[in-house]
């Protein structure tokens, strides 16, 4: 009998604001104002991640309040197990018995959450990640 149990927290990733409402030319970086309140929510789902309702646009000409990688996307748990067994069948030959699980508890992993403010997907997670981890079995 093998098992593998495999467990990483969820990847770090940034909300955004699109435009360059601080005028300085460039685009891409911008992040929004935290307004306050709990951003963290204690159960969260895949059609409401984070609390968005801690977050606003920035005023123009502004930049925004929030720091970089704030929210996590969700972790993995994944549990692989197999089992082996060989059984005489004459004295040179044998016959095995193999059986093998991955994913065994078919656990999803929900990928990373929308960041744009001004999507109406914000804070949305609209896809999952392959939990097969790049793990390859060979005989």
């Given amino acids: 009998m093998n098992s593998i149990a ?3 927290s ?7 604001v699109p435009g360059d409402i601080a ?3 460039n685009t891409g970086y911008m992040r929004p104002n935290y307004i306050g309140g709990d951003v963290v929510l204690s ?3 895949p059609a409401r ?5 801690a977050f606003a646009i920035p005023p123009a000409f502004t930049f925004g309040t929030l720091g970089r990688h704030v929210l996590r996307a969700d972790g993995v748990q994944n549990y692989d197990f197999s089992i082996f067994r ?3 069948v004459t004295e040179n030959k044998r016959l095995e018995f193999h059986a093998e699980m991955f994913n065994a508890f078919n656990t999803p992993v929900y990928g990373t959450p929308n ?3 001004t999507s109406v997907n914000f804070g949305k ?3 999952t990640v392959p939990t097969k981890l790049g793990r390859y079995s060979w005989r």
């Fill in 43 to 45: 159960s969260p789902t």
């Fill in 125 to 127: 997670v609209t896809d």
């Fill in 49 to 53: 991640w984070f609390n968005t309702s």
């Fill in 10 to 16: 969820g990847i770090p990733f940034n909300l955004s």
């Fill in 86 to 88: 060989q059984f005489p």
């Fill in 6 to 8: 495999f467990y990483r």
């Fill in 23 to 25: 005028n300085t030319g």
């Fill in 115 to 117: 960041g744009n403010i």
